[in-house]
C-alpha cells in the first residue's frame, strides 16, 4: 500500500497523473531559483519526469512525496526517497516552491520521510547527496544531523558528497 503522511502542517502524498500542473509549475521556475534543478523544461519532459515518479512506488515501494499545506491544501514541493536505475544509490531528496523556501517545511517533510523509511522500511541508512554549490541542501543535511561518509562522481559526472541521514529523535519528527 502506498502511505499518505501527515505531520503538524502537511500531508505528504503519492502524486498521480493529476499532479502535472504542479509538477510543471515547479519546472517553470528560472533557473536561477532552482539550486541545481534544470529549468525551465518542456511539458513532454515534465510528463515524463511525473510518470517515472509515480512508477518508481510502483517498482522500488518508496519515491517522491508531493507537500500540501495541512491547513490551505496548497502545492507547497515534494520530497522522498529517489533511486533512478543508473544511479549507484539511493538518496533522500526534495524540491519547494520558491514561495515555501525559509518555512521549516523541507526539514519538517524529510524528518517525516526519515522515519518514515526508518520504521516502515526498515532501512540501516538514508543517504543524501548534493552538488557542492548547493548550499540550502548542505545545510538541510546538517540540520537533519547527517554527516559526510563519502565523495563520489555520480553517473551524470558530477562530484557529490554523500551524507549519511541518522533515525530522527521521535520527539523531533
Not at 517545511?105 to 516502515?120: G, I, K, M
Not at 548547493?134 to 544531523?145: C, V, W
Not at 561518509?149 to 519528527?173: K, Q, W, Y
Amino acid at each position: 500500500m502506498i502511505p499518505a503522511i501527515e505531520t503538524s502542517r502537511l500531508v505528504l502524498r503519492v502524486a498521480t497523473a493529476d499532479d502535472l500542473g504542479a509538477y510543471q509549475a515547479f519546472y517553470d521556475i528560472p533557473n536561477d531559483q532552482l539550486g541545481g534543478y534544470r529549468a525551465p523544461r518542456p511539458a513532454e519532459e515534465v510528463e515524463g519526469i511525473l510518470a517515472r515518479d509515480i512508477a518508481e512506488w510502483q517498482h522500488n515501494g518508496f519515491g517522491m512525496f508531493l507537500l500540501h499545506r495541512r491547513d490551505t491544501g496548497d502545492f507547497v514541493g515534494g520530497t522522498g526517497i529517489k533511486h533512478p536505475s543508473d544511479w549507484p544509490r539511493h538518496e533522500l531528496t526534495w524540491w519547494l516552491m520558491p514561495a515555501a523556501r525559509g518555512t521549516g517545511f523541507a526539514t519538517e517533510a524529510s524528518l517525516a520521510v526519515l522515519t518514515w523509511a526508518y520504521d516502515t522500511l526498515g532501512w540501516p541508512v538514508v543517504e543524501t547527496h548534493m552538488r557542492d554549490e548547493n548550499l540550502p541542501a548542505r545545510r538541510l543535511a546538517e540540520r537533519l544531523g547527517g554527516s559526510q561518509i563519502a565523495r563520489e562522481t555520480f553517473p551524470d559526472g558530477v562530484t557529490r558528497d554523500v551524507f549519511a541521514l541518522p533515525r530522527p529523535d521521535r520527539s523531533a519528527a
